[in-house]
């Protein structure tokens, strides 16, 4: 793969033509846009704010965006706006930028420093027809939240402008690799499209309709299922809308990253997002494009990134990648052995007079039994998956090193609560094909879509390393290593362990938890996760669809 060249931090004046124009846009009538425009901060980019609504609307907005192949304009004008009284906004008009509010604040926080003042403003920000390569850039900060249009519950068959739903590099289009590469991209999703309903015909026959479920729940089942074994054909390229709400401070560390990061398309998103948030937000982002203030932390992360690459080539061994079949998906390298004694003391320790060191001492010389009792204490009656005991847990950490394909890590990746850090993705470390593929008679579809993929990577990467895994599907595994402590660890696996999850990383969650207890020998601690679902999980999809249906009526 090719080097970074070094820090490349873009202008933010205007938003270039060409760019905007990458992207499908959509049209409004003009009585649709005299609504509009009181609400979202622009009506023809793929990024924009929204403004002027209540708090409850921006975050039903964004829940119903992940189940829908609709842009958030057009949902909010579908589903919406009927419900509002929107009568008494026609005056406003919210692409008109808030020159005025650039001098509010500028006192208190940009000529005094105080960045806690940038953590009282907040915006939701839509960010539509984003790779998915470039939601992990986005979803990667800690303090901000993040909702993203699902492959589980929504078919990639269709189109937007007449096109399939990837991502169009300006740089490849222009090269000579891209008519190649729309070519292949259209090919994927084609076979996208053919294997859908093969697979959806063998679930209607093999999974038949149950006494309890309806006839709606049962179409949502097989069409879930579906979705979820040929996920893995779709490439890193496929487009997806992720709506954001983040504070001034958070949105200013993103857009740092991104104008350091060595995708172009992200250093692109970058300026469009900053455009839409100094629409609302202007003075939390004045230091962003400063030569002196942002420029420099930016040239700051290129220049890291840069020195790391040419260190790790140098540095160290490569060797070969024959190593697949010998390491384990999920491996758990490093906790502390003593973790256990160390989370009990930390339970007992906010209920004494002690110093730290003398409750620790007392806890290693307790018996078994009363080592449990504490723990069951500390973890009372947990009612339900929410209850979750308290900050005791953070006491002691477990590492995972992990390789599945690409599909389950961007489901587990939205876990902010924890570390995680991931390689690039390619072909190396080969692909999952899912069983149902094999059983459906798909599985030769499956396999040409992944050779394609492998293919069109090797000849993107000679000359466009940083765009070639655009190219590699989400079947193919990619190697990150995740380090959570003991809390974080019991929201994440209860949660991806129940039954409705996608298969994937429902595996990946149970090893997790086994080897907390197998492997750190941490049973005392695992036995809190009483929520953790080890079963197959076939049912689980109906009985989501079921209880979803039962909310509704």
């Given at each position: 793969m090719n080097a970074y060249s070094g820090p490349?931090?873009?202008?933010?004046?205007?938003?270039?033509?060409?760019?905007?124009?990458?992207?499908?846009?959509?049209?409004?009538?003009?009585?649709?846009?005299?609504?509009?425009?009181?609400?979202?901060?622009?009506?023809?980019?793929p990024v924009f704010a929204l403004v002027n609504l209540p708090e409850v609307v921006k975050g039903a907005l964004f829940a119903r965006y992940s189940r829908t192949h609709k842009s958030l304009r057009r949902l909010f004008l579908d589903e919406f706006v009927l419900d509002l009284d929107v009568a008494g906004d026609s005056t406003i008009d919210a692409t008109v930028g808030?020159?005025?509010?650039?001098?509010?604040?500028?006192?208190?926080?940009?000529?005094?420093?105080?960045?806690?003042?940038?953590?009282?403003?907040?915006?939701?920000?839509?960010?539509?027809?984003?790779?998915?390569?470039?939601?992990?850039?986005?979803?990667w900060g800690r303090i901000m939240s993040y909702l993203e249009q699902s492959t589980r519950y929504l078919a990639y068959d269709a189109r937007i402008d007449g096109r399939f739903r990837y991502y169009r590099d300006p740089d490849l289009l222009a090269s000579s690799m891209g008519t190649r590469y729309v070519g292949d991209m259209d090919r994927m999703f084609?076979?996208?499209?053919?294997?859908?309903?093969?697979?959806?015909?063998?679930?209607?026959?093999?999974?038949?309709?149950?006494?309890?479920?309806?006839?709606?729940?049962?179409?949502?089942?097989?069409?879930?299922m579906s979705f979820d074994a040929v996920r893995g054909m779709l490439p890193a390229a496929s487009i997806s809308n992720v709506g954001i709400y983040g504070t001034g401070q958070a949105y200013e560390a993103l857009l740092l990253r991104m104008r350091s990061h060595p995708l172009p398309e992200a250093r692109a998103y970058a300026d469009m997002m900053l455009e839409e948030l100094r629409k609302v937000i202007p003075s939390f982002l004045r230091r962003v494009d400063l030569a002196d203030r942002g420029g420099l932390w930016s040239e700051y992360?290129?220049?890291?990134?840069?020195?790391?690459?040419?260190?790790?080539?140098?540095?160290?061994?490569?060797?070969?990648?024959?190593?697949?079949?010998g390491s384990p998906g999920v491996d758990l390298v490093d906790w502390?052995?003593?973790?256990?004694?160390?989370?009990?003391?930390?339970?007992?320790?906010?209920?004494?007079?002690?110093?730290?060191?003398?409750?620790?001492a007392q806890v290693e010389r307790m018996c078994v039994e009363d080592r449990m009792r504490v723990v069951k204490a500390y973890c009372g009656e947990r009612r339900n998956r929410r209850h979750k005991p308290g900050r005791a847990l953070e006491r002691t950490f477990y590492r995972f090193d992990i390789l599945s394909d690409y599909g389950a890590f961007r489901d587990l990746q939205r876990h902010r609560m924890l570390t995680v850090e991931w390689q690039d993705l390619s072909p190396v470390h080969g692909f999952v094909r899912p069983s149902a593929v094999d059983a459906a008679g798909a599985d030769e579809l499956f396999d040409r879509v992944m050779d394609r993929?492998?293919?069109?990577y090797e000849d993107l990467a000679v000359d466009h390393g940083r765009q070639?895994?655009?190219?590699?599907?989400?079947?193919?595994?990619?190697?990150?290593?995740?380090?959570l402590n003991l809390r974080a660890a019991m929201h994440m696996l209860e949660l991806r362990s129940a039954p409705q999850g996608h298969p994937a990383y429902r595996k990946i969650a149970q090893e997790m938890y086994r080897q907390i207890g197998d492997v750190a020998g941490h049973k005392a601690l695992a036995s809190l996760f009483i929520y953790m679902d080890m079963s197959d999980g076939e049912r689980g999809r109906a009985e989501a669809e079921t209880r979803l249906e039962t909310r509704k009526a």
């Open positions: 490349r931090v873009a202008t933010v004046s205007s938003v270039p033509s060409h760019l905007v124009h990458g992207y499908a846009t959509e049209t409004f009538t003009s009585e649709e846009q005299d609504i509009l425009r009181r609400y979202f901060t622009n009506l023809d980019r808030l020159e005025r509010a650039d001098e509010l604040y500028q006192k208190v926080f940009f000529e005094f420093g105080d960045d806690s003042v940038a953590q009282l403003g907040g915006v939701h920000l839509a960010c539509e027809q984003a790779s998915n390569m470039l939601t992990k850039v986005l979803e084609e076979s996208y499209a053919s294997a859908l309903p093969t697979l959806q015909e063998y679930f209607k026959a093999t999974r038949p309709k149950t006494d309890d479920e309806s006839d709606f729940v049962h179409r949502q089942t097989l069409r879930a992360l290129a220049e890291n990134r840069s020195a790391m690459e040419s260190i790790a080539g140098e540095l160290v061994d490569p060797g070969g990648h024959d190593m697949v079949e502390d052995p003593e973790g256990e004694t160390k989370a009990i003391a930390a339970m007992l320790y906010p209920y004494t007079h002690l110093p730290d060191r003398e409750v620790l993929s492998a293919a069109l070639a895994p655009y190219a590699v599907s989400m079947a193919f595994r990619v190697r990150y290593v995740m380090q």
